[in-house]
Structures are given as C-alpha cells and as structure tokens.
C-alpha cells in the first residue's frame, strides 16, 4: 500500500476509524525505518521525506489521541 497521509485533509484523516489509522501508523513507521536506511545508505534521493514521514505519523497520533 503506497499510501501517503499528505495527500489527506485533516477532516478526512478524523473521519478514517481507530483501525484504519493504527493501520496507516504502522505502514507509516515502517516508511519511516526504510527511509532512515536508504538515508544512510545513501540511496534515498529526498531526505526530506524522513522528516515528511515524522510528521505524518504524529499527525496520524494526535488524531488517535483524540479520539
């Protein structure tokens, strides 16, 4: 699944169930480890996207948090 939080509202993350985001959440952390390896393999071209990936998951936790 090469699902990307950024392309989301905030509206259409809340309204997404506790499952659907624990899902995303671990597909996200997972994106987050294999970006940090490409990182330091040096085969990541956007370093930006570890940064990127962070931020989606404490977007994706603090939606959690709140429901």
Known sequence: DNFSINSMKAKEI?????EELETILKDSRAKLMQARFDLTSRQLRDSSDVKKTKKDIARILTILHNK
Not at 14 to 18: I, V, Y
């Open 14 to 18: 809340r309204e997404k169930s506790k």
